[in-house]
Each structure stands twice: as C-alpha cells, then as structure tokens.
C-alpha cells in the first residue's frame, strides 16, 4: 500500500482555530470552565504573577500559541513544594512550557551585594520571598512527579 501524505493546512484544526480566542489564558478550573474547556493543550508554568501584556514573555508565547489554534493555560507562581498548585488546570493534552519569569529568580531573590531581596517587582503586592531559587529546575520535577505515569509490569 502506498502512504499519501496529509497536506499540513488539511489538519485537524484545534479549538482556538474553530471557536476564536479567549479574552483571558486562564489560570483556574473556572475560568476553563467559564471558557467551555475540558482540558487545555499546553500550559505555561511561570514564576511571575500573570499578566496578559506584551512585557510579559508568558503571555506573548501563550498568545502566540493561541494564535496557533492551541488551548493554552497559565499556572502563575506555583508554590514548588505543593503539588496540587501544578495540577490545578489538570494534565495538558500537549506538554508543560516552564519560565522562571521576565527576570531569573536569582536575580529576583537577591541584590548585587548577595542579601536577600524584601520585594518582588513582578508579584503582587510587591511581596518578596515567593520565588524558588533556580525555578525552572525545581519546577520541571514538582511537575514531572504529579503527571508521571506509574510503570506497569
């Protein structure tokens, strides 16, 4: 038998492609709902607070994947010792995109003298102390753990 290959805009096209955009990425299981969404394809796991602004590299890439025709979810600031905080949006159909933010958590932690910071310009309130040092590292395994698939034998 002879393959024929599909050509690339013959597809299936996915949601955002057949039903338009959202007005917000969302970041609970409510707003998924309110958006008529069972699940989403990627989310983006970011250790800044979420903000839908061009200055905020999540937003841009989850706009863009969007764009695409992608559902994308944001889970902002997840605390790394809490599994449930990355499980919140459930498993996505596609991968995890992980960022530790607009600035590297090292830098957001502490100043040029090596002391710790006591404000956080990308969270709210301006609260210190929320990031986790090295976030994407320590973010890949809390969301590796909840999602792996157990072996079976």
């Keep these: 038998m002879h393959n024929q290959i599909t050509p690339i805009h013959e597809h ?3 949601w955002a492609e057949c039903f338009g955009t ?3 990425l969302p970041t609970s299981r409510k707003e998924m709902d309110a958006l008529g969404w069972d699940s989403c394809d990627i989310i983006i796991v970011t250790g800044d607070a ?3 602004h061009p200055s905020f590299g999540m937003a841009i890439i989850g706009r863009l994947l969007e ?3 992608f559902r994308v979810g944001i889970i902002a600031q997840p605390r790394w010792n809490n599994k449930d905080d990355f499980m919140s949006l459930g498993k996505p159909n596609l991968f ?3 960022t530790a933010g607009n600035m590297d958590s090292m830098i957001n932690r502490y100043t040029a003298d090596r002391k710790l910071r006591h404000d956080d310009a990308y969270t709210p309130n301006n ?3 929320k990031r986790q040092i090295a976030q994407p590292w320590f973010t890949h395994s ?3 753990k909840p999602t792996k698939k157990p ?3």
């Design 142 to 144: 809390a969301v590796k």
């Design 12 to 14: 299936k096209k996915y």
């Design 22 to 24: 959202a007005p917000f």
């Design 50 to 52: 979420y903000v839908d």
């Design 127 to 129: 609260e210190g102390g």
């Design 151 to 153: 072996r079976s034998f």
């Design 67 to 69: 764009a695409q025709g």
């Design 96 to 98: 995890f995109g992980i």
